[in-house]
């Protein structure tokens, strides 16, 4: 069965005319399953039977879903570099934790969902950045970064700690609490 440019256009937005039903759409709900993404045909309301309607309303399938992501962009980890290290990590006034890594270090790949959920649980107490040293060399080498992943504790715009390699959630929110009290 071949498909038009608008056909394949408009059954990647989950719409698809139904073959030789002028007018008929097709609606698909699309949902994350465990395999990756899922496709379910839903029929418009006006061609279902009674039955079929009730047993879509109970349907585990959401119709349309809204989600506000402002306060995940809030917490999450900023990526830093030469021009805007100044202002995020030495001028601010909270307590900072920014790690440094850079893409092809598997042990800094390990640590970076610990960084996010640190920052997503922090969020509003310290401040979350990484710099990537293959980006950023000029900041690695003037805080003596030698190995990745390293995280820098700042408060003030002072270096107070760090911690080289992947290690625990559980070191890494001890620090945080540690200069949150201070």
């Not at 440019?5 to 949902?31: D, I, Y």
């Amino acid at each position: 069965m071949e498909m038009s440019t608008a056909s394949t256009a408009a059954a990647r937005a989950g719409v698809l005319a139904r073959p030789g039903v002028s007018g008929k759409r097709v609606h698909f709900s699309v949902r994350k399953g465990l395999g990756g993404l899922e496709t379910a045909p839903r029929l418009p309301s006006s061609s279902l039977s009674a039955s079929a309607n009730s047993m879509a309303a109970r349907s585990p399938v959401r119709r349309s879903l809204v989600i506000c992501k402002a306060r995940e962009k809030l917490d999450e980890v900023k990526v830093v570099n030469d021009s805007s290290w100044t202002s995020f990590v030495i001028e601010n006034q909270s307590p900072v934790l920014v790690e440094f890594w850079a893409p092809w270090c598997g042990p800094c790949r390990m640590i970076a969902p610990v960084i996010d959920e640190l920052a997503k649980e922090y969020g509003g107490k310290i401040a979350c950045y990484k710099v990537n040293t293959d980006d950023c060399p000029n900041i690695a080498t003037q805080y003596g970064i030698r190995s990745i992943p390293t995280v820098l504790f700042f408060k003030n715009g002072e270096k107070k700690e760090s911690i080289i390699g992947a290690v625990p959630k559980s070191t890494l929110s001890a620090t945080i609490e540690k200069y949150l009290d201070l």
